[in-house]
């Protein structure tokens, strides 16, 4: 349940980073000429009637909508893509983001990104949010029983659930569709054999399209924090091994009564699914969830020798007192208060959360200096293993449904294909140019006064114009949006997080299984993950001794986990032979 | 009251004081977390936050009221609220009173047992939580104000009480009324309704305050949220992280605590005051219903 | 006897109190009885796109797999509990309280207390949960209070050991105003003669409260007694779903939310539906035993 708002997070609050270096402000120009050029190449291709129709097997599939995909193939390709589109077709939208900006507009209809994205498409849009307070997961099961599908939907669905969905005949299969009515969505795929195998089903078929980001920097956005001026007044060196956090946690605890307080929600107890890596503090060895070792086997976090120590260490913390007790009840909203309030000292929180609190306390002159620092390491000089982060593709999706006719599938994918064009990508990472953005001179975006005088803020001013930090619509996530939304100190943050750590090496891609392996798998793994993230909070606090560890791990044996290692193993092999 | 003796017994006087104290104990316990709200919504954050004891508002203000007032989503919730009362208790009172009618009718009615027992056997026995989720679907009241007044609309167990209040009712009326040519629909509206009039004070109560205090259905058959009731507002406020202030901007916000319990207020107090106006017939009301006869 | 023209002449002779009857008749056919059809997805591997038509049956797999369950013992024990603590401590409460204002002279006294122990009752569960959540908390008003005695911080809600009393104690402080109404009406009705007698025989007032006002609320006590026997199993999963954690899922986790974890959380709709198709068939066991119980005490019961 939680991983579901981590996502949303993900695309929500980094945005992109500003290439730092010119080598990176170069990558990003040069991206996005690339695409521009391609995407003429591609359109025009089409128009030509040159570009090859993807495969006809799709047909054999008995998918709903792979039948449609023959006949179509003839008329369109005349027919260019240009903005907005003059198809007369009203499409809706689920979507399992939260709404725009619900502080300011009572909903979408009044957000002005959403207004300008129906300006700019063409396309009238209704969009279906989560009610307040409502648990995402059951908001989203409870849509699919409904007998009246949106048209699109947009989920953290993992590739397997996509092809169930696909086989019960709820979306279609896009794979045929995709290089004729999404073009630059389809060059953006080709353009890294990763990001097209990284989007295939089992069958090898697309059955969605995903948000994308520009790299690791999107992908992570949860981290460590600490305050440094209470570092400087304890005169105490920044932490890096768990020794010296130990330290500070202690000095924090004697000198100001302030605690390791963290929201359980963003620490997650859990388990990671697709490709989202959790935050875990304990980095340094104890991956919670799947991960790739160095012989390229899939395995089990919670197994590991290294995850029972790094629970080790919380529950002594805890003995101690030096976590604050509240973390494992609190929500976003107590924890910022208790930041504000001097109560914490050392967080584990996210950018846009990091980003907040330096406001609240420069608006209560509180004096607190929160900075984002390293994940702690085991021993000087041992990097970090796995961090908190994504992959390029993330696991946001939107699918259409079948609910659409074959003329409203071709608008839903036009309309998708909207955010992989070079104006679409401009518009949904930063909004209008002139208007909410101007490009300075080395060509790269900067905010006009309308958004950083705004009096909300910069984030939520930003939220207001632009959208991928709503992961409103399908794009490619810009790397200068994190930067530019957040305060500076927090988007450094994300540097201390993802610098010097060995975390690629051990991120699982996103897997394909087969409907079969997604029966048993989902059968087995949901009480599995559920056990996992209630043990772990037992062993914390200490309501369950670490000494029956081994009975757990029996337990979870029990419960299926060999199969499901399996499952996912063979789901890894079948993704390296693709 | 029982007249006592003049003159207490010390040992009288010990009981009463052990008596009194525990009493008081109670309603001290009782009235103090209610208090602790009222007083609370009209207190500043800052004052909530620096206070051990909350026993007075301190930097008193209206603010959070004001600002709780103008809430779109919360004053919308409300008016649904209403709406789910309006429409649900006239269902729910003639549902039960049909079927409390037709319980304690002495006709001779052939189908008159299975009718009952189809009746009683709901009782104990439902569909459960997701067949009953796709039946309503399946009947087209998906996130409409009918999945909130439909499912659940006749008690059972209310039937049984204003069967029970029929029965009480002397049989020597109804005949009288019969030999005069009344029909059954006439009988109950003209001889029995009248004569219940405490039942139907008790049955107001118990579904008016159950559809007010109701969330669950609709946070599973309602997905837009305009159409949300109160209470379902009040949880996103109060246990899901949403902030109410959060319709003031993203920034740190002075009456973000006491808007939640000028909140609470708000929606808690309609229900409340409608108790003094049934309270005379309830006493008598619940017994007849609780105690059958 | 079942003649077709019997059955026409019934309806003929009765057509009005049929057609007052039949708006119920419907109503339970469409909310109570319709859904009870797809109970059969129970036996279902049930997928929304297929539908009840389409899914495939798989027998009775989803009630093995709940008997083998990890958590089938741990959700039956706990449901088991917290009924048994609910008979235990929320049922009586209500009668002390009753006996208690029983023996208060001073009317604006007992009006008071009255009063303030009804009003709970009218605050929703939401409400009452959303207040436990914040005075539980570390430096909620519990722990505010702990520490003006010099007691420890400690966050409530997250040990398994307080769950219990923090589930009660609110139910108490909820319901034992209210459910005293009843109690006390049935004391109104006991007769003044016999205090006065019993005062004649010199017998003291902890005497008469034992053996006059306690026999006196005998029946009404024994009859919601086997009432709530019967629903032993029917615990409301609201509370709860507001109140516990995945910390204290041990001791707090019962039968009903976890249908609800498992069939809206998860989607795992046909196991879903299965475990509350076992809880409703143990149910009517436990009903139809405190009925026959209930008749042989020679009380009227259920049905």
Known sequence: MNVCTLQFHNITTNSCEEGVTNNMKRKLLNKILSMALVGTMVMGMAACGKQPVASTEGTETNVAGTEVSTEVATEVVEEELTYPLKDAVKLSMWTYNQPPVSSVYADWTESPYHIGLQENTGIELEWIYPVAGANVDEAYNLMLTDDELPHMITNDTSLADALLLAKDGMIYDLTDYLPKYAPDYWEYLNSDPELLRSVKADDGHIYGVYGHTEGDYNGTYIGPVIRQDWLEECGLEMPVTLEDWEKVLVAFKEKYGATFGFNKKRYNMGIASGTNAQATIFSYAGIPGWYVDETGKVQFGQMDEEWKKSIEVLHKWYEMGLIDQDSFTMDDKALRAKALANEVGVSITALSQLTNWIADAEAQGTGADWVGMEYPRLAEGVATSRIQSGTRTTATVTMVTTRCSEEELITALKWLNYGFTEEGRMYCNFGKEGDTYYLDAEGKPQWTEKITSDPDGTIVAAKKYSGTHSGTVATVQAADLVKLINAKTSADAVYKWIDNTDNSKYVLPPLALTEEETITYSDKFDSISARCAEMAMKYIIGEESLDNFDAFLEELRKMGIEECQAIQQAAYDRYLAK | MRKRKKRKSIEDCILDVIIYSILIFLAVATFYPMWYVLVASFSSGSYIASQELLIWPGEFNVEAYRLTFQHPLLMRSFGNSLMVLAIGLPINIVLTVLAGYFMASTTKVYWKKPIIYMILFTMFFNGGLVPNYLNVRDLGIYNTIWALVLPGALSVYNANICKTAMEAIPYSLHESAYLDGASDLKVLFKIVLPLMKPTMAVLLLYYGVAHWNAWFNASIYIRDKWKLPAQNILRAVLLENSSLAESVGDNYNAYADAMQYAAIIIITVPIVCVYPFLQKHFAKGVMIGAVKG | ?303
């Open chain 3, 1 to 303: 006897m079942l003649s077709y023209k019997t059955i026409v002449k019934d309806f003929k002779k009765n057509k009005l109190i049929y057609l007052m009857i039949l708006p119920v008749v419907v109503y339970l056919i469409l909310f109570c009885y319709k859904p009870m059809y797809g109970i059969i997805i129970a036996f279902q591997r049930f997928r929304p796109g297929l539908g009840i038509e389409g899914s495939p049956w798989i027998g009775l797999d989803n009630f093995v797999r709940f008997f083998k369950d990890i958590n089938f013992w741990r959700v039956v024990r706990n449901t088991f509990t917290i009924s048994f603590l609910n008979i235990l401590f929320t049922f009586p409460a209500p009668i002390l309280l009753a006996l208690l204002l029983n023996e208060v002279q001073c009317s604006w006294f007992k009006r008071t207390v009255q009063t303030i122990t009804y009003l709970p009752h009218f605050i929703a569960m939401v409400v009452v949960c959303g207040l436990i959540h914040q005075f539980c908390q570390s430096d909620g008003l519990i722990n505010d209070i702990v520490a003006f005695f010099g007691g420890e911080r400690a966050n409530l809600l997250i040990q398994t050991k307080m769950f219990y009393p923090i589930y009660i104690i609110s139910g108490i402080w909820k319901e034992i105003g209210w459910s005293s109404i009843i109690y006390l009406a049935t004391l109104a009705g006991i007769d003044q003669e016999q205090y006065e007698a019993a005062k004649i025989d010199g017998a003291s007032r902890l005497q008469q409260m034992r053996y006059i006002t306690f026999p006196g609320l005998m029946p009404t006590i024994s009859m919601l007694l086997i009432l709530k026997m019967g629903q032993v199993l029917n615990i409301g999963m609201e509370k709860i779903l507001l109140l516990y954690t995945e910390l204290t899922y041990d001791v707090a986790d019962v039968i009903s939310t976890y249908v609800y974890r498992k069939g809206l959380l998860d989607a795992d709709y046909s196991y879903s539906t299965a475990i509350g198709l076992f809880n409703s068939i143990v149910n009517i066991v436990f009903l139809v035993s405190a009925n026959k119980i209930s008749k042989k005490l020679g009380q009227s019961g259920l049905f």
